[in-house]
Structure formats: C-alpha cells, structure tokens
C-alpha cells in the first residue's frame, strides 16, 4: 500500500496550458457541461461529444508536463511503491513526467471504450461516432472517460489505498466534484496528515490540517521536499 497519496485535479495541469473547468473562463463556462459530458449529451449528440473531446486531447498531445509534475514523479522514484497519485486529469501529464502509479478516477483522453462490449483501445487523435470497435464492429465507439452520472473507476481500490495513508496532499481541484471531494475526509479517518495545494481556498479547504497557497509549479517542489523529509526511504510499500 502506498503511504503517500496525492489528489490531483485540473489545476496541476493549467500551467501546461490545460483549461481548468470552473475557473474564469474555465471549460464549463465555454461548453454546456450537460451536452458534451453526460451519457445523455452523448446520446442526443455524439459528434458534438466527440468533437469536444477530439479537441482536448490535440491540446493534451501539445502540452507538456510542469514542475509540479515532475516533482511528483520525483517522489515516488525516492520512495518506491510508496507513493500513489490519484488523479481526476483524463490527461497523461502525470505518466509524461514519469509517475507510474498512477489511478485516473475519471478515466483518459488517449483510451477509447466500446459502450456495447466494453473493449478499451489506444484513442486515435480523431474520434468520430461511426468509428467501428475493433473487436465487436459494432459503432458505439466513445472515449474512455467518465461522464457525470457515471461512476469513477477504482474507488474500491482509492478506499484500501486511503485506508492506509499517512500523508495526503489535493493538488489543483476545487472540491466541487463527488466523490473526489471527500477523498480527504477518507484520509483524514486514517490519520494521515492533509495539505490542500491550490492558488485559493475551497469548498472543502477546512478539511485540511494545512493549506499551500500559489501556484502548483512553485508550490509541489517545496510540499514534495517537505514529504521526502518526514518518509521513511526503508518502509517499502507493496
Ligand atoms: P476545477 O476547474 O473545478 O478546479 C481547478 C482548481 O485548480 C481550482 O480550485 C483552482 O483554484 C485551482 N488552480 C488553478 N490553477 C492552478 C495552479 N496553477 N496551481 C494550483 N491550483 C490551481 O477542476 P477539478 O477540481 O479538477 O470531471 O474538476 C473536477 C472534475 O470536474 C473534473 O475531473 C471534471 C470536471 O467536470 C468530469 O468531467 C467528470
């Protein structure tokens, strides 16, 4: 089990030149949330879904990842099989800078999911509605993202990880979204100590024992030295 786990959310990407989604003009206040990231917006819509997300992952393709990053691939090359990154990001940022434990709760930008047999492959740059699955044929090709209404992926996995965490850290997220908002208070019955790492407070900025304010690039360096200092390089995780 990892004893580090840190959160992430869109934040830790914006200094790529990732859009966040409820910031100034954030995602959500340029496309109708409902049309372009529900089951149902799917249905009524799918070249507008696809397009959306076509769009997402040029910029993805284009961005790189940033010093905060590659701070957290440095922690968990200090301390193998101790550090887990549970990220909301459906981009790869994370796995760019050298993470490999990594858990995408809402899913990835570069994997397409057949919605009839479930198949997952490695997303062409340009998905389009009449795209066949390569297993079953059948054209109900959709990216393999979680839309709202559906549940995250691994949650039981993230509970017996944050059952057994002794530190955790929310990088980049507003708190808005559940049931990534209430990973805290899952770490907080463990007893692991929280910092929340964002340019401003939260909605759940009081569930946190400290609080790093500035920007993910500046900040994570100083919260992942801080982290090295207090682990214990021996305790190997497993
Ligand atoms: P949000 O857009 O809701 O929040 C981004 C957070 O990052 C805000 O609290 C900002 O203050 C903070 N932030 C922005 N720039 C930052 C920087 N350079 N350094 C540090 N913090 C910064 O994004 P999420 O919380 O990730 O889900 O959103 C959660 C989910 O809502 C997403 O995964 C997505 C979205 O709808 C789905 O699409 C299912």
Redesign the pocket.
């Known amino acids: 089990m990892a004893r580090i786990v840190v959160l992430t959310?869109?934040?830790?990407s914006?200094?790529s030149g990732l859009g966040?989604?409820?910031?100034e003009n954030?995602l959500?206040s340029q496309y109708d949330?409902e049309e372009v990231?529900t089951p149902q917006g799917f249905r009524r819509n799918p070249s507008l879904v696809h397009d959306f997300y076509n769009a997402r992952r040029r910029n993805c393709a284009e961005a790189r990842p940033n010093a905060a990053h590659t701070a957290l691939a440095r922690l968990e090359a200090a301390l193998p099989g101790q550090t887990l990154i549970v990220t909301?990001?459906v981009d790869d940022l994370h796995h760019r800078a050298g993470s490999r434990n990594v858990i995408q709760m809402?899913g990835a930008l570069m994997r397409a999911r057949c919605g009839a047999c479930n198949r997952v492959w490695p997303a062409p740059m340009h998905m389009a509605p009449d795209d066949p699955c390569p297993a079953c044929r059948r054209a109900a090709t959709r990216p393999d993202?979680?839309?709202?209404g559906e549940i995250p992926y691994h949650m039981d996995r993230i509970a017996a990880e944050l059952a057994d965490c002794r530190v955790f850290a929310a990088?980049?997220?507003?708190?808005?979204?559940w049931p990534?908002a209430g990973l805290v208070m899952e770490a907080r019955a463990a007893g692991a100590h929280c910092t929340e790492?964002?340019?401003?407070q939260?909605d759940v900025s009081g569930d946190f024992d400290a609080h790093l304010l500035g920007?993910?690039?500046r900040v994570v360096p100083d919260w992942v030295a801080w982290a090295l200092a207090r682990a214990d390089p021996g305790a190997a995780g497993g």
């Open positions: 959310g869109a934040g830790i914006a200094e966040t989604f409820r910031d954030g959500w949330l990231a909301q990001n809402h993202v979680v839309w709202f990088i980049g997220t507003s708190g808005q979204v990534a790492i964002n340019t401003t939260t920007l993910a690039s």
